[in-house]
């Protein structure tokens, strides 16, 4: 069973950035689609950034087009969210997930999953 392990969260003020990373003892990283969902408290798991096996089409949710970049290393087996100019409202518990098959937005979709990384802005 393949697993993730996320990294990188933590306490930020408004403006700051955070890198946060994905990364995987299994060395088939290239076989999954990977994406970046979150959520926060009383709220549903949302989408945030999605990128393809090679790296080469990225997607991203309307909320964070223009200040988040997901990028991949498939030799190092790590997935990565850049996360800039922060908002108090991207505070949220950060999950990395995986797919071998489709390029979507849907969580259901997804069927590994790490186990969060939490990352509150403060304003």
């Not at 979150?38 to 989408?47: C, D, I, L, M, V």
């Not at 950034?49 to 790590?78: E, L």
């Not at 100019?85 to 990395?96: F, M």
Request: charged letters at 20%; one cysteine or more.
């Amino acid at each position: 069973q393949v697993q993730f392990v996320e990294s990188g969260g933590g306490l930020v003020q408004a403006g700051d950035s955070l890198r946060l990373s994905c990364a995987t003892s299994d060395r088939t990283l290239s076989s999954y689609v990977m994406a970046w969902f979150r959520q926060a408290p009383g709220k549903e798991r949302e989408f945030v950034a999605a990128i393809s096996r090679s790296g080469g089409s990225t997607y991203y949710a309307d909320s964070v087009k223009g200040r988040f970049t997901i990028s991949r290393d498939n030799v190092k087996n790590t997935v990565y969210l850049q996360m800039n100019s922060l908002k108090p409202e991207d505070t949220a518990v950060y999950y990395c997930a995986a797919n071998r098959i489709l390029f979507t937005t849907r969580p259901e979709e997804y069927g590994y999953w790490g186990q969060g990384t939490q990352v509150t802005v403060s304003s």
